[in-house]
């Protein structure tokens, strides 16, 4: 995994680790009763400390789903199960799992264009233009609409995960969201880095997100590298 900083509030590095293999637990990757490689193992692996590790494994156990035993190893706890703050977000590399982070391309507050389905109350929203990346692994490009009613986004103050923003900053948390996967072509604003060049069919997301209130708080389009990544749903 790269240091190499995308956000000035992403979420600390040992938190991001916790939150890796959180989503490996829920991808299946890492399966209950499993022992974890020994420590030094996986903080090479993972391109860390040995001391960022060991507050990653601690977060994990304080959560219920790590078992550390003395002198044996770390192993997942059966039963073990835990929402990740990425919780809502489907798409998985193909190989399972990923931490989800995010560049920021652009922030702008503009009237609703018309082609947007409706969404808030407000005539106003904020729109939110992103790469998407799984670890390392440039997956999507996507762009976030947020009824200018539900509050101010500052773009300095934005961390990977939108949600998380918006229970902090703005002191909502959205409680359900509704997917329309499809395909599409991708945007002429994708950036020439995306992996996929502009008009390229490939997979898409229409999301509308709730908060407290009957109307969705959030609409965002999703255009994902389907050779890279692919959306996963799990029911339980």
């Known amino acids: 995994m790269s240091a190499e900083p995308h956000s000035s509030h992403a979420l ?3 938190v991001q680790i916790s939150e890796l293999l959180i989503r490996d637990i829920a991808s299946g990757r890492l399966i209950e009763g499993e022992r974890l490689p020994p420590e030094r193992d996986m903080a090479d692996e993972l391109g860390i400390s040995i001391g960022t ?16 035993i003395q002198g044996s190893g770390n192993y997942i706890r059966p039963g073990a199960t835990r929402e990740s703050v990425y919780a809502m977000f489907r798409l998985e590399l193909l190989t399972g799992g990923g931490l989800p982070r995010a560049n920021i391309l652009d922030v702008a507050r503009l009237l609703k264009p018309d082609h947007l ?12 233009r992103r790469l998407r990346f799984l670890n390392d ?19 300095e103050l934005l961390s990977d995960s939108l949600y998380r ?8 948390w959205i409680v359900r969201a509704e997917d329309r996967v499809t395909i599409g072509p991708v945007p002429e604003w994708a950036p020439e880095v995306f992996s996929l060049p502009v008009g390229t069919v490939t997979g898409y997301i229409e999301r509308y997100s709730w908060a407290d209130k009957p109307r969705p ?6 255009w994902f590298d389907t050779t890279r990544a692919h959306y996963v749903q799990r029911l339980k």
């Open 12 to 14: 600390p590095l040992y």
């Open 53 to 68: 590790l060991r507050k990653a494994l601690a977060d994990l156990t304080e959560k219920g789903l790590l078992d550390r």
């Open 117 to 128: 389905p409706e969404f808030g109350t407000g005539r106003e929203a904020t729109r939110i």
């Open 137 to 155: 692994v440039m997956i999507a490009v996507e762009e976030i609409w947020l009824d200018g009613d539900s509050g101010t986004v500052r773009r």
């Open 165 to 172: 923003y918006y229970q902090k900053q703005l002191g909502f």
């Open 217 to 222: 708080v959030e609409f965002s389009r999703t």
